[in-house]
């Protein structure tokens, strides 16, 4: 009887809606083969990272082969780890989530294959480019004209795929999720031209407020939606809790598609840059907070009277410190965009430590908690191991925070010392050894969260091999 | 108004971009047009009003060495701006004399952008003349031998290939020197 009621509302159709349906009408390939690539690439980049943060201790490690110099070791981090662990995860998630709350088979599965082979394509590409040193020279759009291209077709190919099961679904109503993972597909084709293409035609000033409008809508029309897509599933979903409000949804969503757009600029503060855009800039970087708190207020109310389901639930703690990393990272960025606040942290180590927050801490806590429900039911079977799902939560958490909060307080020492002329910066390079040296223990404790994550994963697919026909012996 | 959106996909794709386009365009089409230094070359020949000076094209040599300023990632470490901010025009600045504070006008020809994020390193918007070739090549060979406690990566391959290193540097020594602020011009004098 109330489960009746509750289908009635958009709000709840996560929840309840599996029940109506068959959920064998999935093939999921698509889906299996992005966690596969987004997995592997996690662990490999993951190696990269631990590398570059060890070149801070030891500036001459590797340091007389070209191809593996920092200036080229960092790219491939940053776009290994946005483009080929993060977005390819939450490609795969989406892949998975979206015909479930259409209650409709993926379009196409050969279109998601094809799409996966040229993702692929694309991320072993840009790691010959790189280490190469074939590279644009803006960031996060470093890649090579040629892959980005090869971007937008197989953006395309996602985007069509989920558009068109979403004009197929058996639910009139769309689930908040459903919102982002199409506002995601829209935004990210803007956002991206902009930044890849419309920038060819600019110089100077004109370029870098083009490419900043890229880089802060990367991760905020990119990571952010599709992030917020995965929690909004997940967060019932693994709770098995129907959303607090539906209403807060709407508000988080249509703000968000309003005023992220608008906050691109901040990166330039106090650099050659018209002082009225800066003024819009920061204006806008403050209205951030609406979106961010109407979602982070419908996860905490989601939970409540649910919170004990975290000590069992693996998805559940990433899903959840995620929230909080969020609710952080969102709380700084408007905060950075503060004139004086800018003036001590801008440029400084502290940079990495909020962007570490929001990618790891939030969106790659989403991804890794979505991966954990969901990699069992598409290969139907169980988690190899929760023990060891637990150890990787720990492992991430220590390792996250140890990072986040070292860089914190390092960028802020070293901002500070920045603002005395009569310290010479070398001294402020040297002054920061300790912080660079604990940033790398935490790598390792991060980089140990990646490897037991991988490995439960990959174990649990292996396995999967042999329960399966178990699984439909028992069905026949 | 917009619950519409939560069962029509097509005014849900409508609403989505039309909230986008009108910060989208206003932050990035319409800027440049308001603001017309960003476009324009710097030229002055009026002490009156600051450093004089003039903008110039990078020739070949100069654009090759910006290329492999480009390739080996100098820029993930070193930025490329004099902000408005007092400490910035101090500790950049030069015998006693402030560095003058970047504008949009002297960064015109460059593409792509090296305005950077992070100060691994200092910042190289005034770099120009402040050194001579011979302390650059020794700096590219392992620049914690010139400046202990360093963590800029050496690049002996640069530094052993005459003609990149020549590039790089004619780069360098191009860098913020459109405006003439150094006081007795630089090292070459």
């Known amino acids: 009887m109330q489960k009746e009621e509750i289908i009635q509302d958009a709000g709840e159709i996560p929840v309840a809606a599996s029940a109506k349906y068959n959920e064998s009408i999935h093939e999921d390939l698509t889906a299996k083969l992005f966690f596969i690539s987004s997995i592997t690439y996690f662990f490999i980049v993951g190696i990269i990272a631990v590398l570059i943060a060890a070149k801070f201790v030891m500036p001459t490690l590797l340091g007389t082969v070209p191809q593996l110099t920092y200036g080229r070791l960092r790219p491939l981090h940053v776009n290994g780890m946005l483009f080929g662990w993060l977005l390819a995860c939450d490609m795969a998630l989406m892949y998975y989530v979206v015909p479930r709350l259409c209650g409709v088979k993926l379009w196409s599965e050969k279109l998601g294959v094809a799409t996966n082979i040229l993702w692929n394509f694309i991320i072993l590409s840009a790691v010959v480019s790189f280490l190469m040193g074939w590279n644009q020279g803006w960031e996060y759009a470093e890649l090579p004209f040629f892959l980005d291209v090869c971007v937008v ?52 000033v004109n370029q870098a407020n083009l490419n900043w409008m890229y880089v802060h809508n990367a991760v905020g ?159 139907k079977t169980n988690l190899y191991s929760t023990a060891l799902g637990n150890w990787s939560f720990w492992l991430f958490l220590v390792g996250g925070l140890g990072f986040f909060v070292t860089l914190w307080l390092g960028g802020f020492w070293q901002g500070w010392q920045w603002n005395n002329p009569a310290i010479p910066f070398i001294d402020t390079v040297v002054a920061l050894k300790p912080v660079w040296t604990f940033r790398l223990f935490s790598g390792f404790f991060m980089f140990g969260g990646i490897v037991t994550f991988a490995y439960n994963i990959l174990a649990t697919i292996i396995g999967a091999k042999g329960q399966g026909v178990e699984t439909q012996a028992a069905a026949a | 108004m917009l619950s519409k959106a939560d069962y029509s996909a097509p005014f849900f794709v409508a609403a989505a971009l039309v909230l986008f386009f009108i910060g989208g365009l206003l932050t990035t089409v319409v800027p440049p047009l308001i603001d017309t230094s960003w476009s324009k070359p710097f030229e002055n020949n009026d002490p009156a009003n600051g450093p004089t000076g003039k903008l110039r094209q990078l020739n070949e040599q100069e654009l090759k060495g910006r290329q492999i300023y480009i390739r080996e990632g100098c820029w993930y470490c070193h930025t490329q701006q004099v902000r408005t901010i007092l400490a910035d025009t101090k500790r950049y600045g030069w015998r006693g004399v402030d560095a003058p504070v970047s504008t949009p006008d002297e960064f015109v020809y460059d593409s792509p952008h090296l305005f950077g994020t992070k100060r691994t390193g200092p910042d190289l918007a005034r770099v120009g003349g402040k050194y001579n070739a011979q302390w650059h090549k020794t700096h590219f060979k392992n620049p914690a031998d010139l400046v202990p406690g360093s963590i800029m990566p050496p690049f002996p391959w640069i530094a052993n290939d005459p003609q990149e290193l020549d590039a790089l540097v004619a780069y360098l020594q191009t860098l913020g020197r459109a405006k003439n602020w150094r006081p007795d011009n630089d090292y070459e004098k």
């Open chain 1, 153 to 204: 077709i197989a953006w395309i190919m996602f985007g069509a795929n989920l558009f068109l099961t979403i004009a197929n679904r058996k639910y009139q109503t769309m689930y908040v999720t459903l919102w982002y993972a199409m506002g995601t597909v829209l935004w990210t084709a803007f956002v991206y031209l902009t930044g890849n293409f419309a920038t060819l035609f600019t110089t100077g």
């Open chain 1, 221 to 379: 029309l990119i990571f952010t939606p599709v992030g917020l897509a995965i929690a909004y599933y997940f967060i019932p979903k693994a709770s098995n809790t129907p959303l607090y409000s539906h209403k807060l949804s709407m508000i988080g969503f249509w703000s968000l598609a309003f005023v992220y757009v608008w906050t691109g600029a901040h990166h330039m503060l106090h650099g050659p840059i018209s002082q009225w855009l800066q003024t819009i800039t920061v204006v806008f970087s403050v209205m951030l907070l609406v979106p961010v708190w109407a979602a982070v207020y419908n996860f905490f109310a989601t939970m409540q009277g649910q919170w004990h389901q975290l000590r069992e639930n693996v998805s559940l703690k990433f899903l959840m410190s995620g929230v909080v990393f969020y609710l952080l990272t969102c709380f700084q960025g408007p905060m950075h965009s503060l004139h004086v606040v800018n003036a001590i942290v801008s440029k400084t180590d502290w940079i990495p430590g909020h962007a570490h927050m929001a990618v790891l801490g939030a969106f790659s806590f989403f991804a890794i908690a979505g991966t954990y429900y969901a990699v069992p039911r598409v290969f």
